[in-house]
Structures are given as structure tokens and as C-alpha cells.
């Protein structure tokens, strides 16, 4: 038996990367639930200035997404993992902070829609991977939340939790606002 193994470092750093992936994948199972067992209200709560729930929904997604990769830019920066782009300035982590916050903001809006309005539809294959990807971004998200503020993290879990969660929210976008874009062309309103 190797040092490392009798000390049980690399078993409890498992142990505690496996903790915030469990609490993801509840909640994510959790809104699919909820989303699937209540009746849809099949109406909007508010439109914000908005002339339809689609609107709303497809725009507030947008601009989202647009923070969601500012999220991807500036913890690459943070990670060093940008070519030509030396070690990021401490403003770099106050952006990155912000506009995570920000993206989860505009996102509520959507989501409650989605889960309150909607439910979870499974009546084509893109409603399918919308409903699905919609629970499993904001299980993705609660992990990366809980994966920030676990100890002794293995090196590879918050990127692949911020990974995860970066790949679900643009497969939301793709199924809901690039589909709606597609049909519509860019409706301001």
C-alpha cells in the first residue's frame, strides 16, 4: 500500500467532488419533477415589457447567454488558458463573479416560465432535449455553487462543473431562443 493511499487524500477528495455532483443531479431531478407532475398555467406571470411569453423568454435567454460567455472568457483568463493573454488582473474575478450573477439573474425569468407556464414537455425531440437540458443546467449550476465552496476539490472538478454547465445552458439556448430566432427572425418585442 502506497503513502498516498494509507493517507486517504485521494479518497476523500473524491468523496468531496462526488458531494456537489450528487446535489446537482437532485436538483436537476427535482425540476424535471416538479415540471412534469403539476398542471402548466399555460400562461405568462409578467412580460416585461414583452409582447408575448416567447419574446421574453427568448431574449432574456440571449442576453444570458452573452454573459454565460463572458463566464467562459474570463475563467479561462483566470485559469490561464488563454493563448497571447498573460495572468488575469484581479478585475478579471470581480467580472467573472458579476456576470455569473447576473446570467443566473436574467435566467429565473425563463425558468419559472418554463417550469410554471409550460412544464416539461416532451412532445418533439427538440421540446425533449429542451426540457431535459433546462433541469440539467440548473443542476449543473447548483454543483458549480456547492464545487466553489468545497474544500479540497480534485484539480479537474470546477472546470468540469463550469464545463457542464456552460454545455447545458447552450443547449437550452440552441432548443428555445435559436430555434424561436429561426421561425421569427429577431423580434425586438
Known sequence: MTATARSGKPVQRAANAAAPFLAG????????????????????????GFSGMLQMKTWFATAALTLVLVQVVTASWMWSRLPFV????????????????????????VAVHCLWSLGFVSTTPRVLVHSVM????????????????TRNL???ALPVLGGLTFAAFVVVWLTSA????TRSGLPLT
Not at 26 to 48: E, S
Not at 86 to 100: F, Q
Not at 134 to 149: D, E, P, Q, V
Open 154 to 156: 480534485p484539480g479537474w
Open 86 to 109: 498573460g495572468d488575469a488582473p484581479r478585475a478579471v474575478s470581480t467580472v467573472h463573479r458579476y456576470s455569473g450573477a447576473a446570467a443566473f439573474a436574467l435566467s429565473l425569468p
Open 134 to 149: 433546462g433541469c440539467a443546467f440548473y443542476g449543473a449550476y447548483a454543483a458549480k455553487m456547492l464545487g466553489l465552496r
Open 25 to 48: 443531479a437532485a436538483v436537476a431531478v427535482a425540476l424535471g419533477v416538479y415540471a412534469k407532475v403539476h398542471d402548466p398555467a399555460l400562461r405568462p406571470l409578467f412580460l416585461a
Open 178 to 181: 435559436m430555434w424561436f430566432f
